[in-house]
């Protein structure tokens, strides 16, 4: 059974920097796609990073403040989070996606078999 368990969210004035971690377990951790989304009451989860094969992907809302990055030995994918703006204010979820097609950019929730329990993220203006 796969959990993913996220940390390191938390309350930060605008501007400031959080780095969340996910640690893997219950599997190997070799061919897989792992993925943070983010998601505030009443709106859809949205995708927000992905680290695949060395490949990274972001969404134009984070592009050029957030940088995902993997940790094999220790099963751990992390999102290091900067220039932080209030809209940026979400619970943030973890996914990780079994032998993906890595020429395949996962952006959607379908594309993910796991998901964390998530972490609150708040941006205070």
């Known amino acids: 059974q796969v959990q993913l368990v996220e940390s390191g969210g938390g309350l930060v004035q605008a501007g400031g920097s959080l780095r969340l971690s996910c640690a893997a377990s219950?599997?190997?951790?070799?061919?897989?796609?792992m993925a943070w989304f983010r998601q505030n009451s009443g709106k859809e989860r949205e995708f927000v990073a992905l680290?695949?094969?060395?490949?990274?992907n972001y969404a134009d809302s984070v592009k050029g403040r957030f940088i995902i990055s993997r940790d094999n030995a220790k099963n751990t994918v992390v999102l290091q989070m900067n220039s932080l703006k209030p809209e940026d204010t979400a619970v943030y979820y973890c996914?990780?996606?079994?032998?993906?097609?890595?020429?395949?950019?996962?952006?959607?929730?379908?594309?993910?078999?796991?998901w964390g329990q998530g972490t609150q993220v708040t941006v205070s203006s």
């Open positions: 219950g599997r190997t951790f070799s061919n897989t796609a």
């Open positions: 680290w695949s094969e060395g490949r990274t």
């Open positions: 996914a990780l996606r079994v032998r993906p097609n890595y020429s395949h950019i996962y952006t959607g929730v379908g594309g993910y078999d796991h």
